[in-house]
């Protein structure tokens, strides 16, 4: 079993930045790829970012790339997102996640409860 417990969002204008976390318990969580979603109000839940167990790989959604850095520290457990020159189309519950990997939802078996990012512009 994996719980994953998010932090870091918030209210930010335009241009800013903010660094999501992630703090996941259980024993496997280092042998497991994580990852990011977000949810807009009235929208689907969509991929962001994913990271593989080592940290060596990477993938991101075209809507965030080159503005979010997905890292992870196997140490502490944790997971992170960078979000830099956020815009106001960010804005969402953005959810942690592990699991197999993938850009889709069902691609995951655990959540986190989300935390909320506003961007004002």
């Known amino acids: 079993q994996v719980q994953l417990v998010e932090s870091g969002g918030g209210l930010v204008q335009a241009g800013g930045s903010l660094r999501l976390s992630c703090a996941a318990s259980?024993?496997?969580?280092?042998?497991?790829?994580m990852g990011w979603f977000r949810q807009a109000p009235g929208k689907e839940r969509e991929f962001v970012a994913t990271?593989?167990?080592?940290?060596?790989?990477?993938y991101y959604a075209n809507s965030v790339k080159g503005r979010f850095t997905i890292s992870r520290d196997n140490a502490k457990n944790t997971v992170y997102l960078q979000m830099n020159s956020l815009k106001p189309e960010d804005t969402a519950v953005y959810y942690c996640?592990?699991?197999?990997?993938?850009?889709?939802?069902?691609?995951?078996?655990?959540w986190g409860q989300g935390t909320q990012v506003t961007v004002s512009s």
């Open positions: 996640v592990a699991g197999a990997g993938g850009t889709t939802v069902t691609s995951w078996g655990y």
């Open positions: 990271i593989s167990w080592s940290g060596g790989s990477t």
């Open positions: 259980g024993r496997t969580f280092s042998s497991r790829a």
